[in-house]
């Protein structure tokens, strides 16, 4: 069988192994919820400050919040299984729509993030561990340290301080100038002009992260064995660096990644709030205190496939890498 | 005759503040055109590092040539610029390494590391570059070089992944070759088959040799000449008939009185009592499948292997890597699970035992490791990891104390040693660490897993005399899991030879080197290095 069509039968019995894993996270994630005390006819009758109990029991039936547990999610579940997230009682919405909608920016801040982090992360570790001990190393040492250590809502803050407020460089929050009804090529430098202090503000503590991994995998791949047999035969130092070391040092960083992206999405709550970016991060910050388990539901649902996909899509980045690991 | 290297009043400095100032110190040495020469030395002799600074290779700039000069063709390559090293290396001089898995970059393959070579020295089209790997790996006798060429090193099995560095490294003709110990990391009938190679194409090209080595044996076959070097110093250079024949300098005396003799040492009587008696044990190891299926790769390590051990008796498993002597050893320890099979100690049979059920018994056999470096915990002190045995099977604090510190009486360590801790002992000093913490719980049946194969042959000859005393004084039986056929010929009384997971031979260790039965065992008979060239030792049949 050809490597392609070995990966792709690997790719679509990854998919089907998926199927039950997201499943079992939905049940999880159902019970979980439940053990908060409280549910959105609460915080609907608490806001409209006059709610009779019958009024609550009423409402509750309505919601379907009145059946047992085991019934909801037997309910749940099939509708799951069909495409059919619920509805939003709270947004008065498809909650499939509403995290759709939402989702999109997310996308967007994250893989921007995602190719910031990891790029320039290797980058600056490979710049730092080639250049070892000299001013270069030593400057991008300390600033992976601050950075590292420096809180995110901060940076965000000073960012916007310093380049919004001060400079008028960038805009302070949102994702696009409605006002200004952009289509086509304008609105894709709009959401770009939009989309750089977010990045910028998320990507910082996940670059941190990568160079200093980076930096120590290539100081570990510089000592291996094959390194000295490649100047034994005369290669030039930059070509052991970028063919020989890169490749072998990338593979930890990759899994590093893999493993992260997960975290992006609760890292991106915060960025999200200060830069009022609209995405699921936030949605699921106000579903939360509304009670909005079935939008809740909906946004846990999507960043369980997402990290699903990622992890997928990270394991055919390896073994692209690295021959030894065969996809089967 | 050309000269081609000659190496004058070599230094090589170490960095401050180490141990020794110099690694290598005031080396002379030359080589001529079409001759093997043979450096050769125990670790820290500064063997390695004198073949690095020819190639400009040491690890700047902790580590660099403080004095004298390297000439190659009327060039001093110690002043050369790196650029000018750059074209030497690989055209002029190239070098093979001890550990072809790690000197072979794992993510690119064979092929593409051979064309770097023709890239980066010659100017030639592609698919000249091509034919001429095709032609080296043919030329190395490796099988399919089709195939090969896109092969990563993983896929390849130790001596084809050597097979391909000689191939990469004669690339471009050299004048030089420097093998770093080539063969250490192979076995036995491979590194035979390596040497071979190495003779052949040298002979072929007229290739000078410069060939490090820690092994007499390798000297024996391949060297023409020899030189012996000792904490940095060349003690003593000649022809390998004068120097193996007629050694001068007393360091070469006791390094050629240290290799073990392929005769065996007269057989001594065998108790009738049997302690152990292992019956058709099975063990196999897979790999792949898991939780959605998927077909499996099963390995059998051990098939139906059966042998008995008698009271006071050494027997021998011999075998190549990957013949099963380890888990054998493993699983009568039960370190490991065997399958099937009986494991009889005094005729209990501990294969089924559970845990609990096995910790009465444990302490009766008990297992010395074959790397002294990683099997003691560099945390704890030396004392301790004697004691803790004991301790273990309810003997007092002060019991296990004065337990160690016999112990260590016996091993030949000094009491000081109790409150130490293991990095600051050496590799033979750690195995006798290893060994009285084995014998702490006064077992009846030591395994020992290769215990000397990680230590100098001067070293392994000491811990070699250590056991033998040890199992005469406590009337020990003992498993001695060994590669080295010289070694066994001198600790076993009987041997088991194994290949592929099957007892292939067992029987008295005289009888199996005068008129081996097997196949294989003749196989690995034939391909010890240097027969006949040492101690009171006869041709062995082949």
């Known amino acids: 069988m050809s490597q392609s069509s070995k990966r792709i039968r690997y790719v679509l019995k990854r998919l089907l192994q998926a199927i039950p894993i997201i499943l079992a996270i939905v049940v999880l994630n159902f019970f979980l919820l439940q053990l908060a005390e409280g549910d959105a006819v609460d915080v609907l009758a608490g806001e409209a400050g006059s709610a009779t109990p019958e009024y609550m029991a009423e409402l509750r039936a309505k919601f379907g919040l009145d059946q047992p547990l085991i019934v909801q999610l037997g309910v749940y579940l099939k509708n799951v299984v069909m495409l059919d997230l619920g509805y939003s009682f709270r947004h008065e919405m498809p909650v499939s729509q509403l995290v759709f909608d939402r989702f999109i920016p997310t996308l967007i801040l994250m893989s921007s993030t995602i190719v910031i982090a990891v790029g320039f992360g290797i980058i600056l570790g490979l710049i730092a561990a080639t250049g070892l001990n000299t001013w270069r ?99 030039t130092e930059r070509r052991i660096v970028f063919v020989h070391v890169l490749r072998n040092a990338l593979l930890p960083v990759v899994t590093m990644a893999g493993v992260q992206v997960g975290a992006l999405i609760g890292g991106s709550v915060i960025v999200e709030s200060v830069f009022a970016w609209p995405g699921l991060g936030m949605l699921a910050f106000e579903a939360l205190f509304s009670r909005d388990l079935n939008l809740l539901l909906g946004i846990f649902l999507l960043s369980a496939s997402l990290v699903v996909a990622v992890n997928l899509v990270v394991d055919i980045i390896y073994s692209l890498l690295d021959p030894r690991i065969e996809v089967s | 005759m050309t000269r081609l290297l000659d190496i004058r009043d070599l230094h090589v400095a170490l960095p401050a503040g180490g141990q020794r100032a110099h690694a290598v110190k005031a080396a002379d040495l030359h080589l001529e055109e079409n001759e093997i020469l043979c450096v050769v030395g125990e670790s820290g002799s500064g063997k390695s590092l004198t073949a690095r600074a020819v190639m400009g290779l ?51 393959t064979i092929g593409n590391q051979i064309d770097e070579v023709f890239r980066f020295h010659e100017n030639m089209p592609g698919k000249e570059r091509r034919a001429r790997a095709l032609k080296l790996l043919e030329d190395v006798h490796l099988p399919d070089p089709e195939q090969t060429l896109d092969a990563y090193p993983h896929q390849l099995s130790g001596g084809q992944r050597q097979r391909a560095m000689i191939a990469m490294a004669l690339a471009l003709d050299p004048k030089i070759l420097i093998a770093d110990e080539p063969t250490t990391a192979l076995d036995v009938t491979t590194q035979a088959q390596v ?38 110093l060349v003690v003593e250079t000649g022809t390998t008939d004068e120097v193996l024949r007629n050694p001068q300098h007393p360091y070469t005396q006791g390094l050629m009185a240290a290799v073990p003799s392929l005769t065996p040492r007269a057989a001594r009587a065998r108790s009738e009592e049997s302690v152990l008696s292992v019956n058709k044990l099975v063990k196999t190891y897979s790999s792949g499948g898991g939780l959605f299926g998927g077909k499996a790769r099963v390995v059998h390590a051990a098939k139906e292997v059966t042998f008995d051990l008698a009271r006071g008796e050494t027997l021998g498993i011999v075998g190549e890597s990957g013949s099963g002597k380890s888990t054998v050893a493993r699983c009568i320890v039960r370190l490991n699970d065997a399958e099937a099979g009986e494991i009889l100690l005094g005729g209990t049979d501990l294969r089924p035992l559970g845990r609990s059920a096995m910790r009465a018994h444990r302490s009766k056999i008990q297992m010395v490791f074959q790397d002294p470096f990683a099997s003691l915990n560099p945390r704890t002190k030396v004392g ?24 260590l009486e016996i091993v030949g360590l000094d ?35 290769e215990p000397v194969s990680a230590l100098d042959v001067s070293i392994q000859a000491q811990i070699l005399e250590l056991l033998d005393s040890i199992r005469d004084r406590m009337n020990l ?51 010890v290095p240097g027969k006949g060239w040492f101690a009171s030792e006869t041709a062995v049949a082949s």
């Open chain 1, 137 to 235: 190393d030593t400057a991008i040492s300390v600033f992976a340290l601050i950075t590292y250590a420096t809180p995110l809502f901060w940076v965000g803050l000073m960012l916007i301080v310093v380049f919004s407020l001060n400079l008028g460089w960038f805009p302070t929050s949102g994702m696009e100038n409605f006002a200004m009804f952009y289509s086509g090529w304008d609105r894709v430098v709009d959401i770009a002009h939009h989309l750089v202090l977010p990045t910028i503000t998320l990507s910082l503590f996940y670059l941190a992260l990568y160079t200093r991994l980076m930096r120590a995998s290539v100081l570990e791949q510089q000592g291996e064995d094959y390194v000295t047999t490649a100047r034994a035969k005369g290669l």
């Open chain 2, 58 to 108: 040491l690890p700047k700039p902790h580590v660099h040539i403080s004095q004298g000069e390297v000439m190659f063709q009327g060039e001093d390559l110690a002043k050369a610029s790196e650029a000018r090293l750059r074209q030497i290396r690989g055209s002029d001089i190239s070098m093979i390494f001890q550990e072809p898995m790690t000197a072979l970059n794992p993510v690119m």
């Open chain 2, 195 to 232: 040497l071979k190679l190495i003779k052949e194409m040298q002979a072929e090209h007229g290739t000078g040799v410069l060939f490090i080595t820690h092994d007499f044996g390798v000297v024996a076959d391949i060297a023409d000449r020899v030189a012996v070097m000792q904490n940095g």
């Open chain 2, 384 to 407: 301790k990891i004697i004691a803790q045995g004991p301790l273990l099977y309810g003997a007092s604090t002060e019991e296990a104390r004065e337990k160690a510190l016999e112990l």
């Open chain 2, 415 to 449: 009491d000081r040693a109790y409150d130490r801790f293991p990095h600051e002992f050496s590799g033979g000093q750690r195995q006798r660490i290893g060994i009285a913490r084995a014998l702490a719980l006064e077992p009846q049946i030591l395994v020992a897993d």
């Open chain 2, 477 to 527: 039986s003992m498993i001695f899991i060994t590669h080295d056929l010289r070694v066994a010929a001198q600790v076993c009384d009987r041997i088991a030879v194994m290949r592929r997971g099957e007892v292939v031979e067992i029987g008295a260790t005289e009888g199996i080197f005068a008129n081996p039965q097997h196949e294989y065992t003749r196989d690995l008979l034939s391909a």
